[in-house]
């Protein structure tokens, strides 16, 4: 069984920058995702990274500005987060997939525990 832990979110002013980490460990995955929920709204997909070659997907609201990647040596994921908006505000959670790139939340099947990030404007 995957587990993720995330660190990183917090407060930023509108066109700051912010780094999300998630150390995965336990079982094997072979895309991690990262996912957000605002106030209000369902979950929605932000980016995922292949695992095998570091092949990043975005959704089309944060790409140029949101980069996903991985280190393997240390198993852990990011996601650097640029320019940000306050529309951006939400809970992030990163995901681990047995699959290959996937955009739905029902592709996943470990999450991290969450972590806010609020851009003020």
């Known amino acids: 069984q995957v587990q993720l832990v995330e660190s990183g979110g917090g407060l930023v002013q509108a066109g700051g920058s912010l780094t999300l980490s998630c150390a995965a460990s336990?079982?094997?995955?072979?895309?991690m995702g990262w996912f957000r929920q605002a106030p209000g709204k369902e979950r929605e997909f932000v980016a995922a990274?292949?695992?095998?070659?570091?092949?990043?997907y975005y959704t089309d609201s944060v790409k140029g500005r949101f980069t996903a990647s991985r280190d393997n040596a240390i198993n852990t994921g990011s996601l650097q987060m640029n320019n940000l908006k306050p529309e951006d505000t939400a809970v992030y959670f990163c995901?681990?997939?047995?699959?290959?790139?996937?955009?739905?939340?029902?592709?996943?099947?470990?999450w991290g525990q969450g972590t806010q990030v609020t851009v003020s404007s």
């Open positions: 995901a681990a997939s047995p699959l290959r790139i996937g955009v739905a939340s029902s592709q996943y099947n470990a």
């Open positions: 336990g079982g094997t995955w072979k895309t």
């Open positions: 990274v292949s695992w095998s070659d570091g092949f990043p």
